[in-house]
């Protein structure tokens, strides 16, 4: 009997750009063709914000997230992974980062994702903009406590990563208050985002999304999809998309996808770039299973090993 091997492909959120991280992709043959292709539909020069645009820029929501999902597919291109085709494969991404993934599950076309990660980020860019919020990290701490100072000041866990790592948010004087009477054995680190997302001040732009919804006609997962809602696997199309369309103003359960990947029996995770953040979380969440975060086109060789040996269809169908 073979032992069952899983891959999941990872795709990062907002909040993982740099400056310049495309630069050593732009040699790569298509990859360039690819970021042309879609800056239309992206509505900035995916090339130009991802090479030699300044950190302030990409920072704009309107831009950053575009270019995180562009970069993100353009990298499952390359690996020959958009769609996935057959195998053992999981596919699963941080807030805009789930757009990619649904795209890499082969529910949306990379076309669709595009014009679809562009009116979230515009509408979100907008609703950040009516009213001054953001988002703090709130590390180590016990979680009930910590939890319970989040609601204590009116904010919400916006994103709960994983043990030891919530993200609160809220308004900038609910933010203040927070800071100035922290939970016990927490650490705070203010954000530099513009706005507090997957939160309640998010919910015109969730209007905005399902409007932009309604002209795609999704298909269903042709990999393990995990859901940012609640870490299930998803295996509609249609409720996928639908899925997408609340957790602009919901919650990330970022834990919980790494919970439901563990149950899954993944044994690698690949994270896409600009990657990092989701390979250091799964680093002790998920023990044991191999890391590869794919940072520049160096690290695609392991990507492709890992792809070919935990990827794989076990002989026989024999598990």
Known sequence: ????????????????????????????????????????????????????????????????????????????WQLGCLPVQAGELAAAGHSVGELAAGAIAGVLTPEDAMRLVRVRAQAMAKAAAAEPTSMTAVLGGDEAVVLAAIAAHGLTPANVNAAGQIVAAGTVAQLEAFAADPPAGARLRPLSVAGAFHTRHMAPAVDALRAAAADVSPADPGCALLSDRDGEVVGSGTGWLERIVTQVSAPVRWDKCMQTATGLGVTALVELPPAGTLAGLARRAMPGVQLIAVKTPDDLDAARSALAEHGRRPAGGDE
């Open 1 to 76: 009997m073979q032992a069952r091997t899983m891959l999941l492909l990872a795709a990062p959120g907002q909040g993982a750009q740099a400056a310049g991280f495309l630069a050593p992709w732009l040699e790569l043959p298509g990859f360039a063709g690819q970021l042309g292709a879609w800056s239309e539909l992206a509505g900035c020069d995916l090339i130009r914000c991802g090479t030699t645009a300044g950190a302030d820029e990409i920072r704009d929501t309107a831009i950053a997230q575009p270019l995180l999902v562009a970069a993100a597919m353009a990298t499952a």
